[in-house]
């Protein structure tokens, strides 16, 4: 089992519709990464998380420390949003490095 | 300047070639990392620095060689690569090493590299 676990893996709704990307995680963390990358891209860290909720623009993620869990949630969702969503965590005993969920493939149509 | 710059964008070598990789920020980070991608799969962390000085090697085959000249600069040269070698390598950077809280990675676009 991994230790970062995304849901789902893909995803393919209408423009407008309101999304929710989940991420469970196994480890004791310092903090969680909300990534997308498009299509052939680099990266892009779109939150990092250690407690709560963050928002910007069209964009929400949350974070449930006692239940190891976060959600990114897109409201009004474009086709621009298509992409990989990928959540990261930054593992207590694991200093400098990240550990990455598989990722979850969000397609938007027109 | 907030970003994390990469080059070239393409590479394609051959497997008797020698090249090399470029990243470089200017944000003042004092610990960068390489990445591999492969195609639907998440990235796998290669090499970090830390304060100019390799501080973590993820078993990475010798034919892979980092390098980092200074604290704003960080590069991969590749020699002797195999076809099984092609990907999309991330250039990544965070203020300090460490698993702070506050302690984000800055990732690059990536040099997609094809061997022939």
């Known amino acids: 089992k991994n230790e970062v676990e995304q849901s789902p893996q893909n995803l393919t709704a209408q423009e407008g519709e309101f999304i929710t990307i989940n991420c469970s995680y196994s480890v004791g963390i310092s903090a969680l990464h909300w990534l997308q990358q498009h299509p052939g891209g680099g990266i892009v860290s779109l939150f990092m998380?250690?407690?709560g909720k963050k928002k910007h623009g069209r964009l929400i993620a949350t974070i449930n420390i006692q239940e190891k869990h976060s959600s990114l949630h897109i409201t009004a969702s474009h086709p621009r949003d298509s992409a990989v969503y990928i959540c990261a965590v930054r593992v207590i005993q694991g200093a400098q490095k990240l550990v990455f969920g598989q990722g979850t493939r969000l397609t938007i149509n027109p | 300047d907030t970003e994390v710059t990469q080059t070239p964008k393409h590479l394609v070598m051959g497997m008797t070639n020698k090249k090399s990789l470029k990243c470089e920020q200017h944000m003042g980070h004092r610990a960068m990392y390489w990445y591999k991608q492969k195609a639907k799969k998440p990235p796998e962390l290669m090499f970090v620095y830390s304060y100019e000085k390799l501080s973590i090697n993820e078993s990475v085959p010798s034919r892979f060689s980092p390098e980092c000249p200074n604290s704003s600069l960080l590069n991969l040269h590749l020699h002797a690569l195999q076809p099984e070698d092609s990907a999309l390598y991330l250039c990544a950077s965070s203020l300090f090493p460490g698993s702070s809280s506050y302690n984000e990675q800055f990732f690059g676009p990536g040099t997609r590299l094809t061997v022939l």
């Open positions: 998380l250690s407690s």
